[in-house]
């Protein structure tokens, strides 16, 4: 099955439980024509590398064969016409799932008996969600970019002025045709500052309807003087200035800035999220052995688990009762029980351990309780 959206928990659920053979590929892509026949290329060449892996595992050669006919229905489908950054692609005897992403991950190949969801669980708790401005004097448009979709302008929901020239002399009518040009230098600040200003209202306006938390970040694509303008007057949101000229610039080149400044604004948001932790401590309400945190993620007790996503710990976890049993040829544990807390409606957070800096953090795993463990 293609999917060009994030699994839901039930998704990573159905993905963790045990196959006779079991390949994981994770492959980097580029969207464009250009970059088609490298991906696909890439992930032939690790899927013929897993499959030389279950042949000589002693597999018989009809299971093989079943596999590479999983493996030739993708490779034959339209997904190469569709490219994002990344794929997740999972093979099995009875099944095979894609999932086309937009989230940057890394080149990995597994087989064994389960599906290593690392990565795909990463991709689905952290945030790669966020809204953009881009903002000139000859206009301004909003975009939106999610966990599951490139960049892509958004519709707004009202009319508004369209460039600098309307927001100061015109009546308020949206399009992105020529404009007249603010002539003569004295008053251009003014006006300028009056645009920003009208930007910012109307910024304000739609964004209150699709995000009224105010959780997500807005990127800011301007150069000064606007961009300062901008920034004086927007206070309400959370801005990350990205300074060059807009006008010119494509979906995929805005997306791509997002993309590349999201880890940055995550690891602030992990290690702001470990020091609120670490104020728990104290009430018995934080627990950091990986067996304490299985209980507990089966109780439902754990509110926030932060876990280092790419430490391999295998082994069985007991879905009654929460027991942990390591055994090499078990899946990855961290990972099933990260599902789990999803599954009781706790929060996720998977890290890179070099991306955490708070002092409570231990390399692999901590979680917050909702109640003392008895």
């Known amino acids: 099955m293609l999917r060009y959206q994030l699994p839901s928990v039930a998704d990573l659920i ?23 026949e ?35 229905e993708i490779a034959d489908s339209e997904l190469w016409r569709s490219l994002s950054r990344s794929l997740a692609i999972f093979i099995a005897d009875d099944q ?35 809204y953009a401005l881009t903002l000139s004097a000859d206009g301004w448009n909003l975009w939106h970019a999610t966990a599951a979709s490139r960049a892509e302008e958004m519709p707004l929901t009202e009319e508004y002025a369209a460039d600098a020239a309307e927001a100061t002399n015109r009546t308020t009518i949206r399009g992105r045709g020529q404009v007249g040009r603010l002539v003569g230098d004295e008053g251009k600040k003014t006006l300028l500052q009056t645009y920003a200003k009208r930007v910012a209202d109307a910024v304000e306006s739609e964004l209150s309807q699709a995000d009224p938390d105010r959780k997500l970040p807005l990127y800011l694509f301007a150069t000064d003087p606007l961009l300062d303008f901008y920034r004086n007057v927007d206070g309400k949101h959370r801005l990350v200035a990205v300074p060059g000229a807009p006008d010119d610039l494509r979906p995929d080149q805005i997306d791509a800035a997002i993309r590349e400044s999201l880890p940055t604004l995550n690891t602030a948001r992990v290690n702001t999220r470990l020091g609120d932790i670490a104020d728990t401590v104290s009430r018995g309400l934080v627990a950091t052995d990986i067996g304490d945190i299985a209980r507990a993620a089966v109780a439902g007790a754990v509110s926030t688990l932060l ?9 069985i976890l007991d879905d ?47 979680a917050e309780l909702r109640f003392a463990l008895s």
Do not use: C, M
């Not at 064994?112 to 790669?128: E, H, K, N, S, W």
């Not at 029980?337 to 999803?342: D, H, P």
């Open 14 to 36: 159905e993905l963790g439980r045990p196959h006779r053979n079991a390949i994981t590929v994770y492959v980097q892509t580029a969207p464009g024509p250009d970059h088609r």
């Open 38 to 72: 490298n991906a696909l290329l890439s992930a032939k060449s690790a899927v013929d590398r897993a499959l030389r892996t279950v042949r000589e595992s002693g597999a018989k050669h009809a299971v093989e064969n079943q596999l590479r006919q999983r493996w030739e």
């Open 96 to 130: 095979h799932q894609v999932y086309v992403l937009p989230n940057g991950l890394e080149t990995q190949l597994q087989v064994g008996q389960y599906f290593d969801i690392g990565q795909l669980v990463r991709a689905v708790t952290t945030p790669q969600e966020a």
């Open 307 to 315: 876990y280092d996503f790419t430490v391999d710990v295998l082994g």
């Open 320 to 366: 009654a009762t929460g027991e942990v049993n390591y055994t090499p040829d078990g899946y990855d544990l961290l990972s099933r029980i990260a599902v789990t807390v999803l599954d009781k409606g706790g929060e996720v957070i998977a890290v890179r351990s070099q991306e955490v800096s708070a002092p409570i953090w231990n390399g692999t795993a901590v």
